[in-house]
């Protein structure tokens, strides 16, 4: 635990010089999950589904969440939004005045007040709307809930914001079978943008949908995001999708973050071997070209019972001793880049092509 503890201290005051435009700062998030077994329901381990997460996201910046399913991507997501509540952790948000606010720490009504600021892109566009509500109905539910307008105002602002995402303002007496799959998500990205937030965490939200669809769907985040000024931690895994709409890219494995950089550094030149493995499965576009991938040994660990030391060991072509026995600290190798490898400085990693 000492370690863990100085990495984190290290990690704010890292985070501290750089400038002072952090909206968001996660420090050793943790959600462990009970295993409870038997007739009487007793205490038999965890599922540590987040264990001990660290990383920032500044005012105005994508952040790419990329890793396995089953790593704890959208666990990680739900913690910070405290749609389930952490075990252990502080995430540190800046408020309106500039001061930061841990989230972990506030009451149910000092919390409402932030989750105008705080909002969420589901990843279904088919089941995260009520199909008994009409357009005008599930948009302008968060304005309602929150007291912001009623009445004629009420119906201009929902007009306002179905105009927003690209839908027309005449189909907002509309019910969601109406409409397409991406038709559907410009409504969910409406009612996430209701409150006018400065945060939002798109959970998968463009996985659902069509290729094609889903290059709309980016190109209109990214037109929201500059209009606004919103700062997003995106959620997937697709690497392609991360690549294109991330400023930088964080890599989570069996629920530890285990590098965070700039996306092309990170595309580039990879500091960790489970990153380096990931970049590889990434598809060339170029038929010509041959990528040779990295095809890891072994199973992905139990978040129940993981391995000693660096929970990648078991699979790592490059663990050492040292790997098997002592976790690696979370630490900075370069600008605003962050590992937890222990020979995060001696390896050579092979990176991916930016396309």
Same mark, same amino acid.
């Given at each position: 635990?000492?370690?863990?503890?100085?990495?984190?201290?290290?990690?704010?005051?890292?985070?501290?010089?750089?400038?002072?435009?952090?909206?968001? =700062?996660?420090?050793?998030?943790?959600? &462990?999950?009970?295993?409870?077994?038997?007739?009487?329901?007793?205490?038999?381990?965890?599922?540590?589904?987040? /264990?001990?997460? =660290?990383?920032?996201?500044?005012?105005?910046?994508?952040? $790419?969440?990329?890793?396995?399913?089953?790593? $704890?991507?959208?666990?990680?997501?739900?913690?910070?939004?405290?749609?389930?509540?952490?075990?252990?952790?502080?995430?540190?948000?800046?408020?309106?005045? $500039?001061?930061?606010?841990?989230?972990?720490?506030?009451?149910?009504?000092?919390?409402?007040?932030?989750?105008?600021?705080?909002?969420?892109?589901?990843?279904?566009?088919?089941?995260?709307?009520?199909?008994?509500?009409?357009?005008?109905? @599930?948009?302008?539910? %968060?304005? @309602? +809930?929150?007291?912001?307008?009623?009445?004629?105002? !009420?119906?201009?602002?929902?007009?306002?914001?179905?105009?927003?995402?690209?839908?027309?303002?005449?189909?907002?007496?509309?019910?969601?079978?109406?409409?397409?799959?991406?038709?559907?998500?410009? @409504?969910? *990205?409406?009612?996430? !943008?209701?409150? =006018?937030?400065?945060?939002? #965490?798109?959970?998968?939200?463009?996985?659902?949908?069509?290729?094609?669809?889903?290059?709309?769907?980016?190109? !209109?985040?990214?037109?929201?995001?500059?209009?606004?000024?919103?700062?997003?931690?995106?959620?997937?895994?697709?690497?392609?999708?991360?690549?294109? *709409?991330?400023?930088? #890219?964080?890599?989570?494995?069996?629920?530890?973050?285990?590098?965070?950089?700039?996306?092309? /550094?990170?595309?580039?030149?990879?500091?960790?071997?489970?990153?380096?493995?990931?970049?590889?499965?990434?598809?060339? %576009?170029? %038929?010509?070209?041959?990528?040779?991938? *990295?095809?890891?040994?072994?199973?992905?660990?139990?978040?129940?019972?993981?391995?000693? $030391?660096?929970?990648?060991?078991?699979? +790592? %072509? &490059?663990?050492?001793? *040292?790997?098997?026995?002592?976790?690696?600290?979370?630490?900075?190798?370069?600008?605003?880049?962050?590992?937890?490898?222990?020979?995060?400085?001696?390896?050579?990693?092979?990176?991916?092509?930016?396309?």
């Amino acid at each position: 635990m000492s370690q863990v503890r100085e990495s984190t201290a290290f990690d704010v005051v890292r985070v501290s010089k750089i400038k002072n435009d952090i909206i968001l =700062n996660v420090q050793s998030l943790k959600k &462990y999950f009970p295993i409870r077994k038997g007739f009487f329901q007793r205490m038999d381990g965890y599922v540590k589904a987040v /264990d001990d997460v =660290n990383f920032y996201i500044r005012e105005g910046e994508t952040f $790419g969440l990329v890793g396995e399913s089953g790593c $704890g991507k959208t666990t990680l997501g739900r913690c910070v939004l405290r749609a389930i509540e952490p075990s252990e952790g502080a995430t540190l948000f800046r408020d309106r005045e $500039g001061q930061m606010r841990d989230l972990n720490k506030l009451d149910a009504k000092e919390l409402r007040k932030f989750r105008r600021d705080i909002q969420l892109i589901f990843q279904d566009p088919y089941s995260s709307l009520n199909p008994r509500m009409t357009v005008q109905n @599930i948009v302008g539910e %968060p304005l @309602i +809930c929150n007291k912001l307008a009623s009445g004629e105002e !009420l119906r201009i602002r929902v007009r306002q914001l179905v105009e927003m995402v690209g839908l027309n303002s005449r189909h907002m007496d509309r019910y969601p079978h109406a409409f397409s799959g991406g038709q559907r998500q410009r @409504i969910g *990205i409406a009612r996430a !943008l209701a409150t =006018n937030p400065r945060f939002v #965490v798109c959970d998968e939200a463009v996985s659902a949908l069509d290729v094609s669809v889903q290059a709309q769907i980016l190109n !209109l985040l990214q037109d929201l995001q500059k209009q606004l000024g919103l700062s997003y931690l995106f959620i997937s895994h697709d690497l392609g999708v991360i690549q294109h *709409i991330s400023d930088r #890219v964080g890599v989570m494995y069996v629920g530890r973050m285990v590098e965070t950089a700039r996306t092309e /550094d990170l595309f580039m030149r990879p500091r960790h071997p489970y990153t380096e493995a990931l970049l590889s499965a990434k598809p060339v %576009p170029d %038929p010509r070209k041959k990528v040779e991938r *990295i095809v890891l040994a072994g199973e992905v660990a139990n978040p129940a019972n993981p391995p000693s $030391g660096c929970y990648f060991h078991p699979r +790592c %072509p &490059y663990a050492q001793e *040292i790997c098997r026995s002592e976790k690696p600290v979370w630490r900075p190798v370069s600008e605003d880049h962050f590992v937890a490898c222990h020979r995060a400085e001696e390896l050579t990693l092979q990176g991916a092509q930016l396309s």
